[in-house]
Nanobody, 114 residues
Framework: QVQLVESGGGLVQPGGSLRLSCTTSRFIFSINNLAWYRQAPGKERELVASISVGGRTNYADSVKGRFTISRDNAKNTMYLQINSLKPEDTAVYYC????????WGQGTQVTVSS
């Protein structure tokens, strides 16, 4: 079974920063465009950022200028740098393919609160 493992979440104050990481198999990582998603309590899961195999990035309007997605092909790891965190960024963050998602991992909780 394909595994996607997210890490790096935590409790931060508004305005703070976090870097989330996502690891998966070399096979999955090397041939797929990937994305970060988030699901806030009581809301649908939404795609917040995506990155192609070649490194092209796209962002949801709500996170543009604050979130930066990147990937390290040598480490089979994708990152999400989150700056200027807001309480509305509180959610469980997941990584997956940007289309036709695979089985979801457990995600990593990001809580923004003073």
């Amino acid at each position: 079974q394909v595994q996607l493992v997210e890490s790096g979440g935590g409790l931060v104050q508004p305005g703070g920063s976090l870097r989330l990481s996502c690891t998966t198999s070399r096979f999955i990582f090397s041939i797929n465009n990937l994305a970060w998603y988030r699901q806030a309590p009581g809301k649908e899961r939404e795609l917040v950022a995506s990155i192609s195999v070649g490194g092209r990035t796209n962002y949801a309007d709500s996170v543009k200028g604050r979130f930066t997605i990147s990937r390290d092909n040598a480490k089979n790891t994708m990152y999400l740098q989150i700056n200027s965190l807001k309480p509305e960024d509180t959610a469980v963050y997941y990584c997956n393919r940007d289309q036709f998602p695979l089985s979801w991992g457990q995600g990593t909780q990001v809580t923004v609160s003073s």
